[in-house]
């Protein structure tokens, strides 16, 4: 099985389904991103701040799967931003990578309060003229900040990282990424592993078609449209994880899961606040 392709308004694509890496050591970093790529998956997303790149620049060097066939993102962190910052971070992010071209570069969170964000979009712009980055974009914008650097810049992220499991839905800027032509990304897709694997109506479905809760789960997020990117370091969750690729779910499955966002379903911070 392979993933299927989303295409970004730069023409460029991403596979939908992909591997994440937040808190994996680096040296773990380097055996599951190998599980990963064996596994099937050809999407991984790192950032500075995991502080793994050089394990999963270690994994990709080892493995029989082509470079050119993996997509790797990484992400400027919050300390790094500013326009001559950035590209700096960007050169050390690939130099841990041990990669000379990176597929996608995201400005990890808007972080409001610095009031970089503007600046740092600006050198991102330019790393993708200059070639060495194929796709920009960003992670953890609330609406104000993301239209702020489209209309100064004219150049509108390819895709958009935000928290977004069955409990925290983002309907809403999910809908404002779709006007904007934004690819959305969800983050802790699965909630981190908590409640909601053990949901009743997810239960119920994964019951249903003989598939686990963390397949419904991922199987949800491919049928909403995101580019979804579930984290474990156990091998055969790994392979459970990519294998979700096989369970389609009806509208009706979907309307039910839809049915779960709460008001207060968020995990991590609010990108308002984040600095
Ligand atoms: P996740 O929602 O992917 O949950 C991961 C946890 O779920 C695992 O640690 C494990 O406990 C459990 N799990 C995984 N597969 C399972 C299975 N098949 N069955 C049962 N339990 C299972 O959480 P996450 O790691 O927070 O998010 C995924 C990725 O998103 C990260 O690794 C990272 O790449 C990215 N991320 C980005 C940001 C950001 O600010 N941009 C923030 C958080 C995460």
Redesign the pocket.
Same mark, same amino acid.
């Given at each position: 099985a392979q993933a299927p392709l989303v295409k970004f308004n730069d023409g460029n694509e991403i596979p939908q389904l992909g591997y @994440?890496?937040? %808190?994996v050591e680096d040296e773990v970093a380097e055996k599951v991103v190998g599980l990963a790529l064996d596994a099937g998956f050809r999407h991984i997303?790192?950032a500075k701040i995991y502080g793994n790149e050089e394990g999963v620049g270690r994994a990709l060097a080892a493995s029989s799967v082509d470079r050119n066939d993996v997509f790797i993102t990484t992400?400027v962190w919050n300390e790094d931003q500013g326009y001559d910052e950035a590209l700096a971070a960007f050169d050390a992010s690939l130099k841990r990578l041990g990669i000379e071209e990176l597929d996608l570069y995201l400005i #990890? !969170?808007a972080a409001p309060h610095r009031g970089k964000y503007l600046e740092t979009w600006k050198a991102l712009i330019e790393l993708q003229k200059s070639g060495r980055v194929k796709s920009i974009g960003v992670? /953890?914008f609330p609406e104000k900040e993301l239209r702020e650097i489209i209309e100064a810049t004219g150049v509108t992220p390819a895709i958009h %990282?935000i &928290?977004l #499991?069955p409990y925290f839905n983002q309907a809403e800027l999910r809908k404002v990424n779709d006007e904007l032509g934004i690819k959305t990304e969800a !983050?802790? +897709?699965?909630? %981190? @592993?908590g409640e909601i694997?053990k949901d009743e109506t997810v239960l119920k479905i994964a019951e249903k078609h003989d598939a686990?809760p963390?397949q419904v789960v991922v199987a949800w997020h491919l049928a909403i449209g995101n580019v979804v990117? +579930?984290?474990?370091v156990t091998p055969d969750?790994i392979t &459970? /994880?990519f294998d979700a690729l096989g369970v389609s779910l009806d509208s009706e499955d979907v309307e039910a899961i839809n049915a779960l966002s709460r008001e207060d379903g968020r995990l @991590?911070p609010d990108p308002a606040d984040m600095d």
């Open positions: @994440g890496v937040w %808190q997303d790192t992400k #990890h !969170w992670s /953890n %990282q &928290e #499991h !983050w802790s +897709p699965l909630g %981190q @592993g694997l686990t963390a990117i +579930p984290k474990s969750r &459970e /994880n @991590g």
